[in-house]
């Protein structure tokens, strides 16, 4: 494979772990060279794409948005069906916890690679980690490296994707982003599963990152008074 060329697509969810990605790609392409990508894919927590703009327009890159319906017409999972709660519970049947929307980032990396395509752009980066996570299969490193394999045969590209929390800790993430200059920016993201903000403090999203923040010894800008 050819050299990757210095641009670089990064996947913002509007997220503590996408926004973190977005201060490594800058770091390591350059603020002109990142644009980001939010997907309007029905999420009951429409706060989500308010903060990822708002993340975007702080880190001064392009964002854009783009709408994917599918996922809540297909229903069954707890981050677009307000029928079901998120009480971290797990799938009967799969055994995987009941946010799991089958296939989203490989739906997401797809739309992501051909909007690169379009743009010129090789590097994708998603903030997806196999460690400290709910186990979601499609953010395992397996899955990725084939997912790529498969983009760069489907669409003739040299696209590249990196997880660069792949195997971080929670701890580790919080470090990262304060090593790269993107605390502020923690102060504008969203993690809360009940979508409360400030944050409810007791869903699994918001025990999480509080333990991250805990471990890294560092004050979560997003819980300190304004
Ligand atoms: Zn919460």
């Known amino acids: 494979m050819n050299e990757s060329n210095g641009k670089a697509l990064v996947l913002l969810s509007g997220g503590q772990d996408s926004t973190t990605c ?58 677009t069906d307000a029928g079901i709660d998120v009480a971290n519970e797990t799938d009967a049947t799969s055994g995987l916890p009941n946010t799991f929307v089958p296939g989203r980032n490989l739906v997401f990396l797809t739309y992501a690679a051909a909007l690169a395509w379009r743009l010129g752009v090789d590097n994708l980066v998603t903030g997806v980690a196999q460690t400290d996570y709910s186990g979601y299969p499609d953010c395992r490193e397996n899955t990725l490296a084939a997912l790529q394999q498969a983009l760069r045969l489907g669409m003739e590209s040299n696209v590249q994707i990196h997880a660069p929390l792949m195997h971080l800790s929670k701890r580790e993430t919080v470090e990262l982003a304060r090593d790269l200059g993107g605390l502020d920016a923690m102060a504008l993201t969203h993690t809360c599963y009940n979508g409360l903000r400030p944050p409810c403090g007791e869903c699994p999203a918001c025990l999480l990152r509080a333990k991250g923040f805990a471990a890294a010894g560092v004050e979560d800008p997003l819980l300190a008074p304004a």
């Open 22 to 79: 977005l201060y490594w790609a800058i770091d390591r392409y350059g603020r002109d060279n990142v644009t980001t990508l939010s997907f309007d894919y029905g999420q009951r927590h429409r706060i989500e794409l308010d903060c990822a703009a708002a993340i975007a327009g702080h880190a001064r890159v392009d964002h854009r948005c783009l709408p994917i319906d599918t996922f809540t017409a297909l229903g069954g999972d707890a981050l």
